[in-house]
């Protein structure tokens, strides 16, 4: 059994869109439990519906709940008994293995780091998420939890993104392990060594000279996170919060053009009806729910931020990512390895 | 008459693209004479194609010319008598009011910054492009020039920026000013004024208290760029080309998505061919052509960088913003705007 905590009344929906994605994400997962935090009366309103779902949880009522417009340090400070809270801490008990909120993400990255705490030797927790790409997916991390961050910190942030990456590899191909490492790429603005600001030069210098779980390729550009270029991509929360949010920019750009296209002219509505297959094929490539949920990484427990605008089906690929890293033991898995990263800097700084 | 001074051997496809995109801009635009700087042969061998093209231009032939993949600074060593050099000197000497280059970027901006010098009072130059939005045009820079600067250079950025956004609305109708200042924002991860990195939130602060040639809006994200919320975005090279890249990367996936979607199947195959007036329509509002063309702002002469790879119509697209900042006389106002940023600056550490 793999159990997951839901803070039930977080996002734009709350329980409207939570308990049938939740519903979506047993199918073909029987072995999976939830428990649910939050109004009980609202959550039985949905549940009732599903009588499968409802046989594999239990839910935890409580009225109060973090905002979505609250400052981290005010949810912080009267986050006790709150639906977000309550589900952390049920990771932290050991009563569930990961925990899945859609709910304010600053609010979320602080309660997460208080109670959960962060793997020993790691600087900063990171945000990472899977992204879309010709050559299939990337990892990417850090989303900005972070802004500008140290050369050490960002070697630490492509060891979490390896675990990572090997965990996702897996997927739910349970047991079959892909023992060739990630590649590894730093965000940079240009490929040569010299290109770029002073810590990701200094990275790429660590990284080309130590042993961790990824393979170390060099910079790399914006246009190759979604080329496929290499499985991760390395940066600080400024610079990868900025791209991962053009992304989103320029698939909404995208989609607004499409639509308007299609509807420009009787002959272009015939022509939309006709392309209705191919159509449809590319609206499901280019669906942003089927890569929702950024990973909370470098804490002692599995944390999934949801996007606050996620439906059903966005929220579901939050969850689905949720069971994924739950069965692969891969907190342990980065203990071990910023464990042995640390012995090396201990190692390298004795050299000198 | 306006004077366009070209490096015809710039790029990837050199006369072969550049010669047939004049032809396109002189279109419409018959005051414009063109100073075209290459091996004479070669651009002879196109240009006897298009006879009206040919009263235009005077060729200034040259062996020389710097390799795409040259260093900056040794291309800068052997930059005497290369066609780069001679079309910028030609800027300098009054010759032409624009140059245009699809080389080596790195190159052109060294030799454009020896040669053209920056305007006084300026920090550093940027590079500024105009990004396509749901909403209308928007202004980014900088895309690269920089890595991270300090608030100062990112202030003069706005004004830098607000000068190029003024010239750029009027576009090609001469004489009609819209007297509207044009808004600004600042490229940052979130909006709140306590987010980000130090340097744009001192940016930002110096930015709603002065007066310059823009409205400050505030932070913005990197979603806001396709958005169109501001008509001026600023930033640092490093967010600002990893952004540009970004985008660029995620319009190639869409494209590359679309085109395997209407062959995925027969059926797909027919809706492309009814679908062929909104896929062409789509095509064109999505083409990254129609956007080509990075003006260095901050130096004392306009020179805008192609991109290397861009065919004959994105070259024109180049060519034909070169025409319209030469138009307006942009350089002197922005020495004007920057002269009362830094009275402003005297004044304001004389209040310390």
Redo the contacts between chains.
């Keep these: 059994m793999i159990r997951i905590a839901i803070d039930a009344m977080g996002g734009d929906f709350g329980p409207k869109a939570i308990i049938p994605a939740l519903d979506m994400v047993l199918k073909g997962r029987p072995e999976v439990h939830f428990l649910i935090y939050g109004d009980e009366v609202k959550i039985k309103k949905y549940l009732s519906r599903y009588k499968n779902l409802n046989r594999q949880v239990t839910i935890f009522h409580t009225d109060k709940m973090v905002q979505n417009d609250d400052k981290p340090s005010t949810a912080l400070r009267a986050s006790k008994g709150s639906g977000m809270r309550m589900a952390i801490e049920a990771v932290k008990n050991g009563e569930a293995e990961a925990v899945v909120s859609a709910g304010n993400t600053g609010a979320l990255m602080a309660m997460a780091k208080i109670v959960l705490k962060t793997v020993p030797g790691i600087h900063r927790p990171a945000i990472a998420s899977v992204m879309?790409?010709?050559h299939g997916d990337t990892i990417m991390l850090d989303l900005?939890a972070n802004?500008?961050v140290d050369a050490d910190t960002l070697v630490q942030f492509a060891v979490l993104g390896s675990v990572f990456a090997r965990a996702n590899k897996t997927r739910d191909q349970q047991g079959a392990q892909d023992d060739k490492p990630p590649s590894v790429g730093l965000?940079?603005?240009?490929s040569e060594e010299t290109k770029?600001?002073e810590h990701v030069r200094e990275a790429g210098e660590i990284l080309s000279r130590i042993d961790f779980p990824g393979e170390y390729k060099g910079f790399v550009?914006?246009?190759?996170?979604?080329?496929g270029t290499v499985d991760v991509i390395v940066?600080d929360?400024?610079?990868g919060?900025?791209?991962?949010?053009?992304?989103?920019?320029?698939?909404?750009?995208?989609r607004?053009?499409?639509k308007e296209?299609?509807k420009?002219?009787l002959?272009?509505k015939?022509?939309?009806?006709?392309?209705?297959?191919?159509?449809r094929?590319?609206r499901e490539?280019?669906d942003p729910r089927r890569y929702n949920g950024g990973v909370f990484l470098g804490l002692n427990g599995v944390c999934i931020k949801s996007h606050g605008g996620a439906d059903a089906l966005g929220f579901s690929s939050a969850v689905i990512l949720a069971v994924r890293l739950a069965r692969q033991g891969y907190i342990e898995q980065i203990a071990r390895d910023i464990g042995h990263l640390t012995d090396q800097e201990n190692l390298l700084s004795e050299d000198d």
Excluded at 241 to 254: F, M, P, Q, R
Excluded at 270 to 279: D, P, Q, R
């Design positions: 879309p790409g010709i900005g802004v500008l965000l940079n603005i240009g770029g600001p550009e914006g246009n190759d996170i979604t080329r940066s929360g400024y610079a919060n900025i791209s991962l949010k053009t992304a989103e920019g320029v698939g909404h750009l995208v607004t053009y499409l296209s299609f420009s002219s002959l272009s015939i022509g939309a009806f006709f392309a209705y297959f191919a159509l094929d590319l490539r280019m």
